[in-house]
DNA sequence: AGACATCGGAGGTCTGACCATTAGCCTTGA
DNA sequence: TCAAGGCTAATGGTCAGACCTCCGATGTCT
């Protein structure tokens, strides 16, 4: 089915955009209408469209995170998962830290301090506080300017999110953590490759260390897809 | 669409289960099979499922060793995210090979050798050697007992692949390949990770190098899928 | 026994109609 | 004037039946 790479060739696709009605586009496209609506099924499953009945077809994001699902199954098969998780992240987090140290562009550099200042603000709110450590981990991955490292770290990432909502997160670690993403967030503004790399290690460390310690305490049988 | 589920609920699927074909299963569940299709194609979109043109249509294996292709997609819109692949794969890869160094099972050992006095036997044969390099570093991944990054890794992989298939090999390069696995294979065995994992970062640089000094010679724009 | 021709069945596509839902406009009433 | 409710056009969702293309198996010929 290349008419997706025809939709991707056509309408050069922004985030938000959105697509002509299913009818004009089939026309444009030389194709029918069931065959175009497949490839939108398609995307849709990829989470690149999202498709909304009597309003219309729009551009999610083209960084397609719908690996989160598949992984998903692992987390559900196996428990002990959560550990795999957190070494895998303990393997790219640090390097992609590393290379957002040499790459960033000062407006990057900008957005990482202001997200620690919000952070510090919302230290009250848990789940507050939850919202801008994901926050960052993303600004840092997208200044590392790497899409495909971007893809594999949102989908990661939205695996420890779905981790998050089966624990309880004890506030009392919250100065801990905004004290640590500084320390990541400073060696990233002084283009220090390697210390950011290492604070982001101690970071995750502490945390995995923090889960073992607690372990969740939510029901672990009803996670709730969609 | 919740024809997913019934899709699912239906016919107890079993990896390699063939599907009742489309005419008929679209009139057991009730539904045209225009909508079906679309239901198949998400699914297909998700590789929980492979349609053969002619033959019919096939439940692949649930384990999400897939996910490759929205991975793809990035691939399609941005060519030199061929680098940031190899980028990916430079910190992902030698960390897995330090963590089968530690890990691997004495069977996994073996299997890690044969593989390479297999590769060795290939040398003639560039296709052959491409198939025993995928199947190396799939042992690799396999020996490092993470479910997660193994999942990860086979995304990658399959990306690794589908950009093979544009590059043509250069055979000379047989012989240093072979040397380079036999590196790797040899510091696992010895359970020496951290010489594991620098064999593997000089094995996937010396590639990427390759591949920058001879890119592509194929089309580059028509690069069939499926 | 092997190579080739045939054919049934599977998915791939098309057409054009109608249904369901949404967003926005427009009327109505306070 | 403004807010609540209803109407309408546009858009996606589904349907039906037809035809095309491709694969695999069967059977035939050499």
Do not use: W
Request: glycine share 4%; aromatic share 2%.
């Amino acid at each position: 089915m290349n008419l997706l790479r025809k939709l991707i060739a056509q309408g050069d696709l922004r985030p938000g955009q959105r697509l002509p009605n299913e009818h004009d586009l089939a026309n444009r496209l030389g194709i029918s209408r069931a065959s175009l609506r497949e490839g939108i099924r398609a995307l849709a499953a990829m989470n690149i469209v999202v498709v909304r009945h009597g309003d219309g077809t729009y551009v999610s994001s083209l960084e397609p995170e719908l690996l989160a699902e598949p992984l998903q199954l692992i987390l559900a098969i196996e428990d002990s998962a959560v550990f795999s998780l957190f070494e895998v992240r303990r393997i790219t987090e640090p390097a992609a830290a590393a290379l957002a140290a040499e790459r960033a562009t000062t407006e990057e550099l900008d957005a990482l301090r202001d997200e620690i200042k919000a952070g510090i603000e919302a230290q009250g709110d848990a789940l507050k506080l939850v919202e801008h450590d994901s926050r960052l981990h993303q600004l840092i991955h997208l200044a590392a300017h790497n899409p495909i490292l971007r893809s594999v770290s949102a989908s990661l990432a939205g695996l420890a999110n779905s981790v998050r909502k089966r624990t309880v997160r004890l506030p009392r670690n919250a100065p801990l953590t905004i004290s640590e993403h500084t320390d990541v967030v400073e060696a990233i503004c002084a283009r220090d490759s390697e210390a950011a790399s290492r604070a982001m290690t101690v970071h995750l460390v502490r945390v995995e260390n923090d889960l073992r310690a607690y372990p969740a305490a939510g029901s672990p049988n009803e996670a709730e897809t969609e």
